[in-house]
């Protein structure tokens, strides 16, 4: 496969941002160029060192003025809610009854998930997401079609067919052996193939016995290297009833502790409501809440204590959770997590948010060495952001002085208009869209 040789402004975090303008934490190239080969970033520096750097024939792709970024990762999103983003009720669990429990049946359809499937990966694409964690549903067909998908995209994804067995209609739950086997099965045909990584994705502790949640741990503690994914402490509801379900539990978080489904791979989606012993809990095991703002707000569930949780000292991530959250961009995601910790009066510099959308949710997936930043051997998934892309933007655009000026702009306007290409292993994707 011939070079190809990226010319444009790019930005690349090395760690988290400390404050408004932490220099130390990025590199970023006025003049830049990224040397792709064989789907992995060769090298990133200024234009003249990877020009001349780079065989004579490489192939070059001018972005200038755009600015060339580490492609976006979700942590938490559901593949069988692109049908049930926008619906409306009054709180979480009228939410997931109403709609989300009778969309997600659909997906025992192999040509249904099939279809759904190519619009997701569409929409990811779009709003500048090259690695996601996804919930699939139920149905072990709804795993393979997301993985089908994804492996012929080439996509680094995260996903697993949910486990759940109680408190849902009966065509979307299987027991505690079927979610074992279907689990197993999933990851003997897929972890690995291509890209992929398989999660073990128990529901969360009400749509699961704990019959299931002990085979759920019993997966995580065969397969180690497997993300684990759930919900925790996202509504009031959902704890009483959870509380009620498993009253051994010391709380809400003990459930999952005491299942052995927590470690430095288990991602938590939500974590709003969360006592000082439960963050502790999450701190000591290394687990990741994920902020999932749009949701949040939408399903009215609560706010994120970012600091709290930080104080904690427990990893965190954001993420859209769609279809809860209403958008599948990270700007958007950015901009309504921002207003979160702003009503907390709690800060997020635009470094530090460019930084979560990209290392940040890497090292929360275990995955910078891989995705996240523009270092050699990485994987070539990359953004090329327009800060001017609609007249809103270009408007204000024009009193835009510096780098931390022009990120803000991003995320405050941005949406998918203002993601003017993408990069997956190196080839441009969204342009063919
Ligand atoms: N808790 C259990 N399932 C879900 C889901 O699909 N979305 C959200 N936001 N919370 C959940
Ligand atoms: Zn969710």
Redesign the pocket.
């Known amino acids: 496969m011939p070079s190809t040789l990226l010319h444009g402004r790019f930005l690349t975090f090395n760690d988290r941002p400390e404050a408004i303008d932490d220099t130390a934490s990025y590199r970023y190239e006025n003049d830049g160029g990224i040397w792709v080969e064989d789907g992995l970033i060769r090298q990133a520096g200024t234009w003249d060192a990877v020009r001349a750097a780079a065989p004579s024939d490489a192939i070059e792709i001018d972005h200038r003025p755009h600015l060339i970024m580490p492609g976006f990762v979700d942590p938490h999103i ?1 593949f069988p809610q692109m049908q049930v983003i926008g619906s409306y009720a009054a709180n ?1 669990l009228e939410w ?1 009854n109403t709609y ?1 429990f009778v969309e997600e049946q659909r997906f025992a359809d192999p040509d249904h998930a099939a279809r759904v499937a190519t619009h997701f990966f569409d929409e990811l694409i779009r709003h500048g997401t090259t690695t996601a964690a996804a919930y699939c549903s139920v149905h072990k067909a709804s795993a393979d079609a997301f993985f089908a998908e994804a492996t012929l995209r080439n996509l680094r994804m995260v996903a697993g067919k949910v486990m759940m067995d109680r408190n849902a209609p009966g065509p979307l739950t299987d027991t505690p052996q079927a979610a074992y086997d279907d689990t197993k099965a999933v990851i003997a045909d897929w972890h690995g193939t291509g890209r992929n990584h398989v999660a073990i994705t128990p ?2 502790a009400i749509t699961s016995s704990p019959a299931e949640l002990e085979l759920a741990g019993a997966l995580t503690a065969e397969h180690p290297e497997l993300h684990v994914q759930t ?1 925790l402490a ?1 509504n009031h509801g959902e704890i009483a009833f959870t509380r009620e379900l498993y009253p051994e539990a010391i709380d809400y978080t003990d459930v999952y502790a005491r299942s052995g489904l927590l470690g430095p791979k288990s991602l938590l ?1 939500h974590c709003i409501h969360l006592s000082d012993r439960e963050a502790g809990v999450l701190a000591e095991s290394g687990s990741v809440a994920v902020f999932c703002p749009t ?1 949040n707000l939408f ?1 009215g569930s609560g706010l994120f204590d970012n600091a709290r949780l930080a104080g904690h000292g427990v990893r965190t991530a954001i993420a859209t ?1 769609v279809g ?1 959250g209403t958008n599948y961009s990270m700007l958007r995601t950015l901009d309504e997590g921002y207003k979160v910790l702003q009503l907390q009066g709690q800060r997020m510099t635009p470094l530090d948010a460019f930084y979560r959308i990209t290392l940040g949710n890497a090292r929360a997936l275990s995955l910078a060495e891989h995705i996240g930043t523009l270092e050699p051997g990485s994987d070539a998934d990359l953004v090329v952001l327009d800060a001017s892309a609609m007249p809103a933007m270009a408007i204000k655009a024009e009193r835009v002085e510096t780098l931390v000026e022009e990120l803000f702009l991003l995320q405050t306007l941005g949406d998918d208009r203002a993601i003017a290409e993408v990069y997956v292993a190196g080839e441009a994707v969204k342009s063919g869209l």
Do not use: Q
């Open positions: 559901h979480l997931l989300t529901r969360f919900h996202e989606g949701s399903l959770d809860g």
